[in-house]
């Protein structure tokens, strides 16, 4: 197992990413150019751990060794000596490839580069590395210790060595492996899209407003948060740029088109609860409207989204993104969905989700709606994604 490794950015993803490789038994350096952010990062594992132990899940002697095996520093010079290295910093391609292209007169000739990037492509940042091979996604869920899944997406440069070395490593460390091919938002931020996007669609037709929307994916759907609630939770800027950034990765596909509404919420300052105002008020005292008691509209609204998601959901099969398996544990394991989407399918029927997401392309003539190829060969051919 690779024992030796580097975090590069000690905010909240980097600093979780080092704690669960030294819960792991790892050792690890985490580095950022903040003095204050490694400050933090210490202070904040501190009150984790002692959270931990008066949980009962660590005992005091595994908190000591776990803070004894993360070294903070302010000096890539340290990472010498790292066999695998993730990079957790800023979403903007160019400094991330400027940062690897420092590492790599850093670290050894077969020391494994990876980025922590949700949505960006990973052969464009390994471009920049004489040893393109090297390099890897590595993509964790927030907050990474609680989070399961771990995306790893080999760019097309990437060995299989690699590759393998990436997998075993996440494994080891417990995690759920759901491997991807570098495409725009890989699996999760890809087949996610539906989610808050026909959520905002129908919001902006007039047929329901945020709480009811809300109600009918969580009673009926089983789902933990509404969408609008968890574009809250997320932070409607964060949520805005991921979808305006998978419009305009797939060409402008109008599937990913983003809604004029989180736009102006956004541009607004109604980011949700970091802000106090989103699509919900926040404030102390602030009372959440109630959804409206229409049980066929709930059932309608759940229909819509469901179908749409399952439609990207075997469209990334189609395309090859990642196997029927990987794709359900990914949307079960990184963004806690009730079911994975494929088996949702099947037990939805495959009849009844082309009849669905026909009828919506007979209404709107958009190309929004249409069908993915495979869920309509599979329907004619009588099959299933899981037998």
């Not at 990973?122 to 091979?133: F, K, P, T």
């Not at 760019?155 to 491997?179: C, F, H, M, P, Y």
């Amino acid at each position: 197992m690779i024992e030796n490794i580097g975090i590069i950015g000690a905010g909240t993803m980097g600093s979780g990413i080092a704690q669960v490789a030294a819960t792991a038994g790892c050792k690890v350096r985490l580095f950022d150019t903040s003095k204050s952010a490694l400050e933090n990062a210490e202070r904040s594992l501190e009150k984790i751990l002692d959270r931990l132990i008066e949980k009962g899940r660590i005992t005091s002697e595994e908190k000591s060794r776990i803070q004894q095996s993360i070294d903070y520093t302010e000096s890539l010079s340290g990472f010498s000596d790292s066999e695998l290295v993730i990079e957790a910093i800023v979403e903007n391609i160019d400094i991330k490839r400027k940062v690897f292209q420092e590492l790599e007169g850093i670290v050894s000739a077969d020391c494994i580069i990876a980025s922590n990037t949700s949505s960006l492509s990973i052969a464009s940042i390994a471009a920049v590395l004489e040893n393109a091979e090297r390099c890897i996604g590595i993509h964790f869920f927030n907050p990474a210790p609680l989070m399961k899944l771990v995306e790893v997406i080999p760019a097309i440069q990437t060995s299989e060595d690699v590759l393998e070395r990436s997998v075993e490593t996440i494994k080891a460390w417990g995690k759920t492996v759901a491997v991807a091919k570098d495409t725009p938002g890989f699996i999760v931020n890809r087949v996610a899209r539906p989610f808050y996007g026909e959520a905002l669609r129908i919001y902006e037709e007039g047929i329901a407003d945020f709480a009811t929307i809300d109600h009918a994916m969580k009673t009926i759907g089983g789902f933990r948060m509404g969408p609008f609630e968890l574009m809250d939770f997320i932070g409607n800027d964060v949520n805005y740029t991921v979808t305006e950034t998978v419009f305009e990765a797939f060409y402008y596909d109008p599937r990913y088109k983003p809604a004029f509404t989180q736009k102006r919420f956004s541009e607004a300052g109604y980011l949700g609860r970091k802000t106090g105002k989103g699509y919900y008020n926040y404030a102390e005292g602030a009372v959440k409207p109630e959804p409206k008691s229409d049980e066929v509209l709930a059932k309608r609204i759940f229909d819509r989204v469901l179908v749409m998601l399952i439609n990207e959901a075997a469209d990334a099969l189609f395309w090859n993104i990642a196997s029927a398996e990987d794709i359900d544990n990914a949307m079960t394991k990184g963004v806690n969905y009730p079911k994975g989407l494929l088996a949702w399918a099947d037990e939805k029927g495959l009849n009844w989700c082309v009849s669905e997401l026909d009828k919506l392309y007979d209404m709107y003539h958009e190309d929004r709606y249409r069908c993915s190829p495979l869920l309509r060969k599979m329907k004619q051919n009588g099959s299933k994604f899981f037998v």
